[in-house]
């Protein structure tokens, strides 16, 4: 069958890291992958995680067996609180069904699987309409499994902010039932969130239209640097009653990227029997997992687990996510102060304005490419920087490349 193979095309940001690491320059810069990396350029294993992996290191009780097929309870149920909250009536009403992934890519491939099988029962368009642009991994997933994909805009080119306007009227012109991705907070990326106020006209306009959301969370934490406030548009949805399912990624927040720690969440509207529906759901949920993954690996869900379940490894935890959030933070001041100090043309506000891991720069392939040759620094053709790839050493090397890159 090999003949009717076709050469697919690398991955181009796993492809731009081993460009990065082929790269013999002593200035070379990676902005490419959203991972987090500490001053020295260096990744970042938490405090906490280490404390937590020495809990499990002393634990007598720990083996290597299989974990059940939705995973290590004491994670997904704590998982599920982060992002709904302890209090959520939802999880009192035994109104979510949550199941261990394999990390966010996991996570938003069993949702894409489950609305595959399911979703057609409603009648509804199979159709999943996400940002332009969005993580690019969400158009392969969504259409591995058959699931056409539309997009809505999200980006003002002009203002480097949200178009609102744009994302509201292709939301309206969807049809009925769509499935609507949405990035729960730091989106990726273009470092561009809605605001309370937008996210409160995005449910209004949803539920007029009987759309699905399906969120996307792998910042939680990154965003604002607390994780309940970029929990909010979440939260927002399933108090206001939306039958919804949520993928969430551990990779980021917890720096667990090889790990493969994540969940998916299925929550049900409020009714009479929403306890039974989401029992039957959780029921083909895992259907669907035994045969994909048979169960989800073990270590990181651990290591998340015994986080979230101390109260004292919690706090440290959060005071981890303010390290990362703040360092990044004073990197876009920097980033920005430095090319304003230059006189770089174009306004910069945007690199400050947006928030999470990545920015959107607005600079274009031919400066990106240019950038990459001729000063060794790399970050994704479509302009995304990764923040935590500058550090306070090569800040101002960036700065200066960009600035003569966008005069050129
Ligand atoms: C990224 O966008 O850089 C990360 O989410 C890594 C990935 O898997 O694409």
Same mark, same amino acid.
């Given at each position: 069958?090999?003949?009717?193979? #076709?050469?697919?095309?690398?991955?181009?940001?796993?492809?731009?890291?081993?460009?990065?690491?082929?790269?013999?320059?002593?200035?070379?810069?990676?902005?490419?992958? @959203?991972?987090?990396? +500490?001053?020295?350029?260096?990744?970042?294993?938490?405090?906490?995680?280490?404390?937590? +992996?020495?809990?499990?290191?002393?634990? #007598?009780?720990?083996?290597?067996?299989?974990? #059940?097929?939705?995973?290590?309870?004491?994670?997904?149920?704590?998982?599920?609180?982060?992002?709904?909250?302890?209090?959520?009536?939802?999880?009192?009403?035994?109104?979510?069904?949550?199941?261990?992934?394999?990390?966010?890519? @996991?996570?938003?491939?069993? *949702?894409?699987?489950?609305?595959?099988?399911?979703?057609?029962?409603?009648?509804?368009?199979?159709?999943?309409?996400?940002?332009?642009?969005?993580?690019?991994?969400?158009?392969?997933?969504?259409?591995?499994?058959?699931?056409?994909?539309?997009?809505?805009?999200?980006?003002?080119?002009?203002?480097?902010?949200?178009?609102?306007? *744009?994302?509201?009227?292709?939301?309206?012109?969807?049809?009925?039932?769509?499935?609507?991705?949405?990035?729960?907070?730091?989106?990726? #990326?273009?470092?561009?969130?809605?605001?309370?106020?937008?996210?409160?006209?995005?449910?209004?306009?949803?539920?007029?239209?009987?759309?699905?959301?399906?969120?996307?969370?792998?910042?939680?934490?990154?965003?604002?640097?607390?994780?309940?406030?970029?929990? @909010?548009?979440?939260?927002?949805?399933?108090?206001?009653?939306?039958?919804?399912?949520?993928?969430?990624?551990?990779?980021?927040?917890?720096?667990?990227?090889?790990?493969?720690?994540?969940?998916?969440?299925?929550?049900?509207?409020?009714?009479?029997?929403?306890?039974?529906?989401?029992?039957?759901?959780?029921?083909?949920?895992?259907?669907?997992?035994?045969?994909?993954?048979?169960?989800?690996?073990?270590?990181?869900?651990?290591?998340?687990?015994?986080?979230?379940?101390?109260?004292?490894?919690?706090?440290?935890?959060?005071?981890?996510?303010?390290?990362?959030?703040?360092?990044?933070?004073?990197?876009?001041?920097?980033?920005?102060?430095?090319?304003?100090?230059? @006189?770089?043309?174009?306004?910069?506000?945007?690199?400050?304005?947006?928030?999470?891991?990545?920015?959107?720069?607005?600079?274009?392939?031919?400066?990106?490419?240019?950038?990459?040759?001729?000063?060794?620094?790399?970050?994704?053709?479509?302009?995304?920087?990764?923040?935590?790839?500058?550090?306070?050493?090569?800040?101002?090397?960036?700065?200066?490349?960009?600035?003569?890159?966008?005069?050129?």
């Amino acid at each position: 069958p090999a003949e009717v193979v #076709p050469q697919a095309p690398e991955d181009p940001l796993f492809g731009l890291m081993r460009a990065y690491k082929a790269d013999e320059s002593p200035n070379k810069v990676d902005l490419g992958i @959203g991972a987090y990396r +500490d001053d020295n350029a260096k990744p970042w294993v938490l405090p906490v995680v280490k404390k937590a +992996d020495e809990i499990l290191r002393n634990d #007598p009780e720990a083996n290597h067996e299989y974990l #059940p097929i939705a995973g290590l309870a004491s994670l997904t149920s704590k998982a599920a609180e982060l992002l709904l909250g302890t209090s959520a009536p939802a999880l009192a009403e035994k109104r979510t069904a949550s199941v261990q992934t394999i990390s966010g890519t @996991g996570a938003v491939h069993l *949702g894409a699987l489950f609305l595959a099988k399911f979703y057609k029962i409603q009648g509804a368009n199979r159709t999943v309409y996400v940002s332009n642009p969005t993580w690019a991994n969400h158009h392969q997933i969504f259409t591995n499994v058959g699931l056409p994909i539309a997009t809505y805009p999200y980006f003002n080119k002009e203002t480097k902010g949200l178009d609102f306007e *744009g994302m509201k009227a292709a939301l309206a012109a969807a049809p009925d039932g769509s499935v609507i991705l949405l990035h729960a907070c730091a989106h990726n #990326p273009t470092g561009v969130d809605p605001t309370p106020e937008q996210w409160r006209e995005l449910v209004s306009l949803m539920r007029a239209k009987k759309h699905f959301p399906f969120f996307d969370t792998a910042y939680q934490g990154f965003a604002s640097g607390d994780l309940d406030r970029d929990a @909010g548009a979440i939260r927002l949805f399933v108090e206001e009653g939306f039958e919804l399912v949520i993928a969430q990624s551990f990779a980021k927040n917890f720096g667990l990227y090889g790990e493969r720690a994540g969940c998916f969440h299925y929550v049900a509207s409020p009714s009479a029997d929403a306890a039974e529906l989401t029992t039957r759901v959780a029921s083909q949920l895992a259907i669907l997992q035994r045969s994909e993954i048979s169960n989800p690996p073990i270590y990181g869900a651990r290591i998340a687990s015994i986080v979230l379940n101390d109260s004292a490894l919690f706090a440290e935890w959060q005071e981890n996510l303010r390290t990362m959030s703040g360092r990044i933070i004073d990197m876009r001041k920097q980033l920005r102060g430095k090319l304003e100090e230059l @006189g770089t043309p174009g306004t910069w506000n945007h690199i400050t304005d947006q928030i999470g891991m990545f920015s959107f720069t607005g600079l274009n392939e031919t400066q990106v490419l240019k950038l990459r040759t001729d000063y060794h620094i790399y970050m994704t053709k479509n302009g995304r920087v990764s923040m935590a790839g500058l550090n306070t050493r090569n800040v101002g090397y960036v700065a200066a490349a960009i600035d003569k890159v966008v005069r050129e």
